[in-house]
């Protein structure tokens, strides 16, 4: 693989990873449903979609940039 790829894949998995996290993880951004599982996670994922996923990039970006950080250490 690639360093490009490599990094693309981190920052796709950091973005998704956190976006998750931040709609089961933190309590200001769940929801109070009661509904069945399936019903449940997608309406966790449409809430407040617009900060959760700005919240995300920038995780995302981060968590990418780390390997670019340590290699020009070197």
């Known amino acids: 693989m690639r360093k490009p790829a ?3 894949a981190i920052f796709f998995l950091g973005v998704v990873s956190s976006y998750v996290g931040l709609c089961y993880l933190v309590p200001g951004l769940r929801i109070k449903l009661a509904a069945d599982t399936g019903t449940y996670f997608v309406e966790s994922l449409r809430h ?9 990039l920038a ?3 981060a ?7 340590i290699s020009k250490g070197k």
């Open 6 to 8: 490599i990094l693309a």
């Open 48 to 56: 407040m979609v617009l900060l959760k996923s700005m919240i995300s």
């Open 59 to 61: 995780i995302g970006a």
């Open 63 to 69: 968590l990418a940039g780390v390997p670019l950080l």
